[in-house]
């Protein structure tokens, strides 16, 4: 199998990459694919692995993407941390919250907001419904009240996402790889986070 999105396959607790676009872009550039996300995690889960973290650092994309992505990591049997290392905007906020323990660094943010596309009221209802319900899963939300969160384009902080229950902790900036419990993992890890911090910089700058 090659890994694409997979850091360290062959850890205990590996680590997944979410850092990109959500599905495939207006220009054609591919992201996160969802079928590409699922044969990874079907591969980890064949290898023996039963834990592993999703380190987010992402604008979002497309909802058709993120609900394939979440319906992997729900039906895969593995015990998933997400951790929100910068954003967890749109698309990439419903990936967030299908971590069974759900981590939001305190300087990261994450945006819900309604479907922005083309089709009936009656398409996009039945597609923010989804929306509203990958999200408010595990809060203290009902549906309905998360459906009020994204009409208003709410930007959460880790302050806001702790109180409504959005994620179950707020990590430690001095130690953001106390989820992993390999050497292998660490050193991946540090390598990677100098890869996202730039990448912080120029996603602000499109927006």
């Not at 550039?29 to 980890?44: H, K, N, P, W």
């Not at 039906?75 to 299908?98: K, L, P, R």
């Amino acid at each position: 199998m090659k890994y694409e999105y997979v850091q360290n396959p062959t850890a205990k607790r590996p680590i997944i990459l979410v850092d990109k676009y959500i599905g495939t872009d207006r220009k054609g550039d591919a992201g996160i694919e969802e079928s590409q996300f699922t044969r990874e995690v079907l591969s980890l889960k064949n290898s023996g692995v039963t834990e592993a973290e999703v380190w987010i650092n992402s604008k979002g994309g497309l909802w058709s993407a993120s609900v394939g992505i979440v319906s992997a990591m729900n039906n895969s049997g593995i015990n998933f941390t997400t951790i929100n290392m910068g954003f967890a905007d749109s698309a990439a906020g419903h990936i967030f919250q299908a971590g069974k323990k759900r981590v939001w660094m305190p300087y990261s943010l994450g945006l819900i907001h309604e479907i922005q596309g083309f089709g009936s009221e009656s398409v996009l209802d039945a597609m923010n419904t989804s929306v509203a319900v990958m999200l408010c899963s595990k809060t203290n939300k009902t549906a309905e009240e998360v459906r009020g969160l994204m009409r208003d384009n709410t930007m959460m902080d880790a302050d806001m996402a702790k109180k409504y229950g959005f994620c179950d902790e707020v990590g430690e900036c001095d130690d953001i790889l106390k989820f992993t419990n390999s050497s292998e993992a660490f050193d991946e890890g540090q390598t990677q986070i100098k890869k996202l911090l730039p990448q912080n910089k120029s996603m602000e700058a499109l927006n």
